[in-house]
């Protein structure tokens, strides 16, 4: 157990509450800050492989995911007019991890809230932080918040995703880069659907996931160089008219005209840490969500964090140690789901038939490192 290190946790998404759990667990004193007024879980569902449901389950949500994710014990790939390319047996990917889990985003919080040793400190952000080597603490950081209060801390964790202000302190060369691709997501209602299923178009892609209670998580993006939603003529289901028609039927539900859209971008960062200032999750290394693994990145983040500080040692240090650890792992998470986004602009016929023969072997090399513990 470490000395009792006085931390502030800025950012209460996944990230930052499973840092929060984790490096409380480890005898730490942890505040937490959250910019939005209250809690809230946007998005749709999350698809959770074997090492994500590992490492949440490590954290202590194991009873939580099997209460209110489902398991998805395969994944089926689809050409658009929906003829089967390839399907991935996802249980036996992951035997001796984990089994694969989809859930909702608000049940996933709520979990995380649910083990939450400290409440979080809602409609506050940091205003200023100064490392504190000016004479008046011996170490440390000195932050102001938003309502007029003020902390000193051993560490500052960034928890804060992709558009991170405190990336700014301590990578200011760090940006979000957009990948050419916007998408879409929303919940609805179609029980029939009980595995990962994609229907892979020319320059489109459309995903559905069972999330429980009957529902899927829909997931549709489109190749674009433009940050701009290009539906706002054609509509979601204008872009996919000549799509399955379970395609069509799941567009044509009233949830995806609420769908949440963005572009699709990530985060390339190799200095995560910079004197107590430490970064995780996508603030420090969002991606595309083409691997699914930005949730199990974000928690690995935590237990390594708190495992490593927990060890005690000069601060500094060791959290450029966790970036040693972590890094290695999330690019290469980066460059398999650059690898999988090229084959987007193969013609639709080659890819085809890159699926149906290499599938099983494209899952396997990218997801084999990631059975090892992190
Ligand atoms: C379309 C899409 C689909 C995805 N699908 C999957 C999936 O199926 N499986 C999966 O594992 N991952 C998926 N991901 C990735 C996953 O959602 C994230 O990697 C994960 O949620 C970790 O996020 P985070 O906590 O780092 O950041 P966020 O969820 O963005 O949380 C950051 C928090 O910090 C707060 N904040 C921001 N700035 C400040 C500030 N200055 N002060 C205080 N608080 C602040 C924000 O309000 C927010 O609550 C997907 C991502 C996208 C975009």
């Not at 200011?172 to 659907?193: N, V, Y």
């Not at 990145?297 to 237990?303: G, R, S, T």
Request: glycine residues 12%.
């Amino acid at each position: 157990m470490s000395s009792r290190l006085e931390v502030l946790v800025v950012g209460a998404g996944i990230a930052g509450l499973a840092t929060a759990i984790a490096l409380h667990r480890e005898g730490m004193s942890v505040d937490v800050i959250e910019r939005s007024p209250k809690s809230r879980a946007g998005g749709a569902g999350l698809f959770l492989p074997g090492n994500s449901v590992r490492a949440l389950t490590a954290l202590g949500l194991g009873k939580h995911l099997g209460e209110l994710g489902v398991p998805v014990p395969g994944q089926r790939l689809l050409d658009h007019r929906g003829r089967v390319l390839a399907d991935i047996d996802m249980a036996e990917l992951w035997k001796g991890t984990a089994d694969c889990v989809g859930i909702t985003r608000s049940d996933l919080h709520a979990a995380l809230q649910d083990i939450m040793p400290v409440p979080v400190g809602h409609g506050v952000t940091v205003v200023s932080l100064r490392h504190a080597d000016d004479g008046m603490y011996d170490h440390g950081v000195h932050v102001e918040f938003s309502d007029g209060g003020s902390g000193h801390y051993d560490v500052v964790v960034g928890a804060d995703g992709i558009r991170s202000n405190l990336r700014e302190s301590v990578d200011p060369a760090a940006g979000t880069r957009r990948l050419g691709q916007f998408c879409w997501r929303f919940l609805t209602d179609a029980p029939d659907i009980d595995r990962w299923t994609v229907w892979l178009g020319p320059g489109t892609a459309f995903l559905a996931y069972p999330v429980g209670g009957g529902r899927v998580c829909c997931y549709a993006d489109v190749a674009t160089a433009s940050p701009e939603d290009p539906t706002t003529t054609t509509g979601l289901l204008g872009l996919f008219s000549d799509y399955d028609q379970r395609v069509r039927d799941l567009l044509g539900t009233p949830a995806a005209l609420d769908a949440y859209s963005s572009p699709v971008e990530e985060v390339s960062s190799r200095a995560w840490a910079r004197g107590r200032l430490v970064l995780v999750g996508d603030a420090a290394h969002a991606s595309s969500p083409n691997m699914a693994q930005g949730v199990a990145m974000a928690v690995e983040d935590a237990l390594v964090l708190a495992e490593v500080l927990g060890a005690g040692g000069d601060t500094e240090r060791l959290l450029q140690q966790y970036v040693q650890r972590r890094l290695p792992r999330t690019r290469w998470v980066q460059r398999q789901t650059h690898r999988r986004d090229r084959t987007r602009s193969m013609p639709s016929a080659a890819r085809n038939i890159a699926f149906r023969y290499g599938a099983k072997a494209l899952y396997e090399r990218g997801y084999a490192p990631l059975r090892v513990l992190p």
